[in-house]
Structures are given as C-alpha cells and as structure tokens.
C-alpha cells in the first residue's frame, strides 16, 4: 500500500470535502481516503498496483475538482517557503473591495431613496419617471460582482453537472434564479412599467459580496489555525556560518551535509542538528520543546536546529539534515496529525454528503408550496433564493478539523506532539495511565545515590574508585567516574593493571602495587574479603532497586558506593496530577518486586506490577484493556514499542528511542511526565470545542432553514431576504473558526 498527499482546489464546504472522498473511495484498490477541508488537503493509501496517480487525479476532476501531488521536493520540510496562501488572501481581498464598492453603489441606485427619500438622484435614473434606466444602471452595476464571483457559477454549476452538489451550487443556482428572473423583469417594463419593484439584481449582487467577504474572514481565521506549523517553520535561518579551512562562508542552509562545520554565534539560530565541539552558551529551545528555561550547551552537547542561541558561542558539526532534523520531524508530526480525521468528524461527514441535495429539495418544495398557495412567484422566488443562501454546509464541514488544527498546534507549542486527530479525541477518554520505569520514570541513566565510608572520607573513597574505573565501559563504572567529576575530587591513584570481572566487577592494581576490587558481595566472597559490616546496607539498599558496589584495597573493605537509576522530579508531580484527574496509575517494569514497589512508593502508583519480560508488556496491556480500561501506555525504548502500539494511546518521550516515538501517538518532547496531565486536559478542551462547533452547525441548519421557507411568515410575518441568509451564513462559519481559535488562549 502507498500513502500520497494530494492538494485539492476548488473545495468551499463539507459538501465538497464530501465529494471528493466518495469518488476517490470507490476506486478500485483505494484502501481509505480522507480530506482536510482547512488545509484543502486530501490524505490517500491505495494499492499502486491497482491505481496511479494519474486515475486518481483524473476522477477527481471529473467530479469537479482540481488536484496536485504533494511531491516531496524539498527534503526538509522546516525549508519549505510558501507563500501561496498569502497570494490568493490578497487577490481575495482585491476582489471583495471591487465587489464592495458595485454593491455600494447598486444599493444607492436600487434602495437609496427607498430608505433615504431625500437622497439625491438624477430625473433620469428615477424608478417612476424612467424604470428602463433606473433598472439598466442596477444591471450595469450587478454584472462586475456577478463576474468576481465566477467562481461561485462555475464550480457550483460544474459539480452540479457531475451530481456533486455543494456549497458554490446553492449560491449559484439562487444568485442565477434571481437575476434572470430580474434581466426578464427589465425586458418587460417598456410595457409594464409596474414591473419595475420586481427587480432582485442587488439579491443577487449582495449575496456573492457577503458570501466573499465571509469566505475572506473564514480564509483570515484559518491561517491563524495553522500558525504553529507556520512558526515552526519559520525558525530555521535562511543562511548559516560554514566553517572551512579555518575560513568562515555564508551559505544557504539547505546546501549542509552531514559531518559540515558551522559557527553560530549569539543571538542567532542553529542551522540543523548537530554536535557541540567547541564553545559554551545558552540555548533557547522553547519553541521546539516547549522548556521555558535556556539550556546550558557545551562540548559533547546535542543541538537542535532551529532553536536560538542566546548568549555565547558554538562550533557544532552537523548530524542530521533534511527530513531526519528534529525540526522536520515535529512539522512532518503536526502536518500530519491535521490531515488525518478524528472518528467524531464522521457524522457531520455524512450528514454534509446529503445536506446540499436535501437542502436543494427544500427550496424547490417551498417555491412549489408557496405558489399553489398563491403566492406571487417574486414572492416564492425570495423563499426559494432565502433557503438556498441560508444554508450552510461549511460550518459542518469546518467544525472538527479547525479545532484539531488549533489543538495540535496548541499541544506543540508546549512540546507535546500529537500524531493524529483520532489520538486527540481518544486521549480524553484515558481511564488508566501505564507507566514503564525506565527512562520514563526514572532518569534512564544511572547516578551515584549514597557513599558509605568508615576509613576515608567521601572524596577520598571517590578518588580512589574513578582511578580505575575510568577504565571500565560500564554504565555503573561512568556514573561513579561522572560523580567523580562533578565533585572535582582530586586525581586518583595511578592503575598498572586492570581486569573486568563480569557479574562481579573489577580487580585493579595501583602503582604502589596495592590490590583494589570494586563489585558485589559475590566479588568479595571470591576474593576472601569479609564485609560483614556493610551487609544490612546492601541488603537495604537491593530492595530499593539499587546497586550497591563494595570497595576493598589490599583485603580490608574500605567503603560502599551505591548507583542507581535515579526518579525524575516530574515523576511523583505526574502521578499525582492524573490522580486528580481520576485516572489509575500503572507501574510497568521488568525489575524484581521489592524494588518495583519502592519506586512505586516513592512515585505514588495505584499498583505496581513487576517482574515482566520486554514481550510480555502488551498481553499487560491487553489484559488492562480486556477490564473495559482505556489505556495510555508512556515508554521510550524499544522493547516499550509493542506495548505502544497495543495501546489505545501510546506516548513516548522525547529522549526514547526512534522506534519507541514511531510506534507512538504523542510524544512529550521534554520527557517530563506532567506534561501527560496536560495532554489529557488538551484533548479534553479540544473534544468540547468541537462538540460546541457541531452543535452549532447543526442547530444554525435545523433552525435557520425553516425560518428562510416562512413557516413563521403566516402567523408572524417574519421572513428573512437573501441578504439576511447569506450574511448568515457566513457568520455561522466564522463562528466556528473564531471558536476553535478559542482554544489558543486556554491554558493546559
């Protein structure tokens, strides 16, 4: 199967959105194909041995419709400079002055001196003294706006034609039916001059101005939805300092390779990612994970492309370009968690696909009604061209992926990724949090805890084990020497000779030819070294789940360092966090029961389940989900993968693995866990902003379509004019986009 993007023209509602899904869906190897009204994106997997891209573009035209590949033909999507958005909003905006000021002047012509009897008016325009002129002058003035809207006429009629109706086809069809029932009017009243308040030329006129100037606010709105792939693709620099031969050459950013030099200096952004190998500074990476604080960045550091350097200066070698920055990967992350629907949109899917041919149906009955009624047909015509107008499929079609727009741009701008508009709405519904210890809970990486000493102090004791195991290879042997280090305790002695004892520890000797043995009890039972007075600490600090590791320098025991892999500060603030919020807590590990239930403790877990192997985490999760849990599994290496993806929500941390993060459906690029609450209360806020967008999509066509038929004109004389309809219509679609705009404001 093949995943392509396509980019879809002419879409203006749900209706068209609808469209294009149903016929490229019945093509014959297409295994799903979902639109994306805002970002006027279609998302297709299909078997290319059964389907070419060519068939698919071709069926889509057919229905009416434009469509391009999407070709990746920049590599890195954080380069990517388009301005084809800001183009179109400025013809937009050119057009719907034009429109404007016609329909100004047509209303002076045609309803000045209706409302205003004493504004001024040439003898030769006046509706009673010359009716020929003064209709003339409006169809003068009505066909330029009739013309800037073409494209009303010419996609509504051209869908209609291939039995898609849609938005454009009931402006259309009400705009046509108003003005040849006008232009007929004007070629009458040579003989029947009354004719002359039969003229509906500013209806007409008026609706495909309110109908543009809507389009253009709803347009304005939508491209502040997309603003955080817009910003995010805004940081990385157009040029970077190429270090060569000891020469510094401003070149293009996408012209980088791997392994190039680059100078950055302060107050400047890095380029792409890359090493640290000489300088010092401070980096500011809010914008990419969402840590509010500047990173301290020396030699042997990561830095991430796109994030700014506020003070000091670095030599950094490139490690990643093109689409394997991080920068690319979190836009590629957000694009496509826009383009992909969330299961809530489908009812308004479906409800959208009939609504225009239900809605066409109304307004032929009503006219029909009306007239046997006996109505006069300029009478009919107006509910006919009313309900037309006044319907709005667009609020339906823009109800749920505006909101997921602006919620997953919500979520990145404070270092949570969200891979897709289903993961959105399903993580509201999270009833159990399953958290794996390592690296998610904990720090992943051991560090010294506690130094037990009777003979020498604690620097002395430090001194003396990094000597040698500066040697060593092994995660405990880098944490003592990182300790070392931190502390600056002086040099150690000098080591002659070494040995790695595997399961036990190391045998070293010193230059004064003393013996040195750093390891487990089993080491010192082997070397004949009694430890009887460190015995109740091992034993305490083993069930703690950490490594205690006795020293002893010629045959007396000299002291004990513990090492662990120490809890993150946002551990226990995480748990309870998501207690508050009423969600259980599930500590997932492979570690030994005692000390699974001490971390578990110390964490603040409902339950603790320990002891599984890396395979068997998903039948945990499965169970988990057998007992009618919705469940979020958080983890970050490899063996954590299955279990993710078992998971109705999987999420993965930042610093995990790349197959942990791909196997994933959030990410929380800082790799705190309090970010999870936050996630949880996003999803929610963005659940209820889309429930209060359909709601009033719905109730706007329930309502505002009968009130446009005039079931309320007999008993209360309340009918509505097209104008009325199409200037609600297209304040029911800003309303939408203004609501789930909304959600940029709200704190999570």
């Known amino acids: 199967m093949k995943e392509e993007v396509y980019d879809i023209g002419g879409m203006h509602c749900a209706a068209c959105s609808s469209a294009v899904e149903r016929v490229t869906r019945k093509l014959e190897g297409v295994q799903s194909s979902d639109v994306n009204l805002p970002m006027n994106r279609m998302t297709i997997v299909y078997d290319e041995s059964k389907q070419s891209p060519e068939a698919i573009i071709s069926k889509i035209e057919k229905a009416g419709f434009s469509a391009e590949l999407k070709l990746n033909k920049n590599k890195n999507p954080a380069l990517k400079s388009d301005n084809s958005s800001a183009k179109a909003l400025l013809s937009e905006r050119r057009s719907l002055i034009a429109a404007v000021v016609f329909s100004v002047l047509l209303l002076y012509f045609s309803m000045g001196t209706m409302l205003f009897p004493t504004l001024p008016l040439p003898e030769i325009l006046s509706a009673h003294s010359h009716p020929v002129n003064f209709a003339l002058v409006q169809l003068l003035l009505t066909?330029?706006?009739?013309?800037?809207?073409?494209?009303?006429?010419?996609?509504?009629?051209?869908?209609?034609?291939?039995?898609?109706?849609?938005?454009?086809?009931?402006?259309?069809?009400?705009?046509?039916?108003?003005?040849?029932?006008?232009?007929?009017?004007?070629?009458?009243?040579?003989?029947?001059?009354h004719m002359i308040h039969g003229l509906y030329f500013e209806s007409a006129a008026i609706v495909i101005t309110l109908v543009l100037l809507g389009k253009h606010l709803e347009a304005n709105s939508q491209e502040k939805t997309k603003g955080a792939i817009t910003k995010l693709m805004e940081l990385t620099p157009e040029t970077a300092i190429l270090i060569r031969e000891d020469m510094q050459w401003e070149v293009p950013t996408e012209t980088l390779k791997v392994g190039d030099m680059v100078l950055v200096k302060s107050g400047a952004k890095i380029p792409l990612d890359g090493l640290v190998v000489k300088g010092e500074g401070s980096v500011n990476e809010a914008?990419?994970?969402?840590?509010?604080?500047?990173?301290?960045?020396?030699?042997g550091n990561e830095a991430i492309g796109g994030s700014i350097l506020v003070s000091g200066a670095l030599f950094i070698e490139i490690s990643r370009v093109g689409e394997d920055t991080t920068l690319s990967k979190i836009i590629k992350f957000i694009e496509d968690a826009q383009g992909?629907?969330?299961?809530?949109?489908?009812?308004?899917?479906?409800?959208?696909?009939?609504?225009?041919?239900?809605?066409?149906?109304?307004?032929?009955?009503?006219l029909v009604v009306w007239l046997l009624a006996g109505a006069e047909f300029s009478f009919a015509l107006k509910i006919f061209t009313a309900i037309l107008v006044i319907a709005c499929p667009c609020a339906m079609g823009l109800a749920t992926p505006t909101a997921i727009i602006v919620g997953t741009g919500l979520g990145a701008s404070k270092g949570i990724l969200i891979?897709?508009?289903?993961?959105?709405?399903?993580?509201?519904?999270?009833?159990?949090?399953v958290l794996d210890k390592t690296g998610t809970v904990t720090q992943g990486t051991p560090r010294v805890t506690e130094l037990l000493s009777f003979t020498l102090s604690d620097d002395e004791l430090l001194s003396l084990v990094s000597a040698a195991e500066s040697l060593s290879e092994h995660p405990l042997a880098k944490a003592i020497v990182e300790e070392a280090s931190i502390r600056t305790v002086s040099k150690g002695p000098s080591v002659t000779s070494f040995e790695n004892l595997p399961g036990q520890g190391i045998?070293?000797?010193?230059?004064?030819?003393?013996?040195?043995?750093?390891?487990?009890?089993?080491?010192?039972?082997?070397?004949?070294?009694?430890?009887?007075?460190?015995?109740?600490?091992?034993?305490?600090?083993?069930?703690?789940?950490?490594?205690?590791?006795?020293?002893?320098?010629?045959?007396?025991?000299?002291?004990?360092?513990s090492v662990a892999d120490t809890i993150k500060e946002s551990s226990p603030k995480a748990v309870a966090k998501l207690r508050e919020m009423g969600i259980k807590t599930v500590l997932l590990t492979g570690d030994n029961a005692a000390a699974a239930n001490y971390v578990g403790k110390l964490v603040g877990v409902d339950e603790v389940i320990a002891e599984v192997l890396p395979g068997d985490k998903a039948a945990i999760i499965e169970r988990l989900q057998k007992d009618g849990n919705v469940v979020m599994m958080v983890g970050d290496g490899i063996n954590d993968a299955p279990a993710l993806a078992q998971a109705d929500i999987g999420c993965a941390i930042g610093n995990g693995s790349d197959i942990a993060i791909e196997a994933a459906d959030l990410v929380l690029m800082r790799s705190d866990l309090t970010e999870l609450a936050s996630a949880i209360r996003l999803s929610r806020l963005t659940i209820r902003n889309i429930k209060q967008n359909l709601f009033w999509a719905f109730c706007y066509n329930t309502l505002g379509i009968p009130i446009a038929a005039g079931v309320l004109y007999p008993s209360f004389g309340l009918l509505l004019s097209p104008v009325i309809g199409a200037l609600a219509m297209s304040l029911s679609s800003i309303f939408v986009v203004t609501n789930a705009l909304r959600l940029k404001g709200k704190k999570i």
């Open 507 to 561: 045998k070293a000797v010193l230059d004064e030819g003393k013996i040195l043995y750093v390891g487990n009890l089993k080491l010192m039972d082997s070397a004949g070294i009694s430890v009887k007075e460190y015995e109740a600490s091992v034993s305490r600090l083993s069930a703690q789940g950490q490594t205690p590791l006795l020293v002893a320098l010629d045959g007396s025991t000299k002291g004990l360092i």
């Open 340 to 366: 992909k629907k969330a299961p809530i949109s489908k009812v308004a899917d479906k409800v959208a696909g009939i609504f225009v041919p239900i809605v066409m149906a109304v307004a032929v009955i009503a």
């Open 419 to 433: 891979r897709s508009g289903e993961a959105l709405e399903t993580t509201h519904l999270t009833s159990v949090v």
């Open 143 to 193: 066909i330029p706006i009739l013309y800037i809207g073409k494209r009303f006429f010419i996609g509504g009629f051209n869908s209609l034609i291939h039995w898609n109706p849609n938005m454009d086809t009931l402006v259309a069809v009400s705009c046509t039916a108003s003005f040849i029932y006008s232009l007929t009017t004007v070629f009458l009243l040579t003989d029947n001059p």
């Open 287 to 299: 914008m990419l994970t969402g840590e509010s604080m500047p990173v301290e960045k020396a030699a």
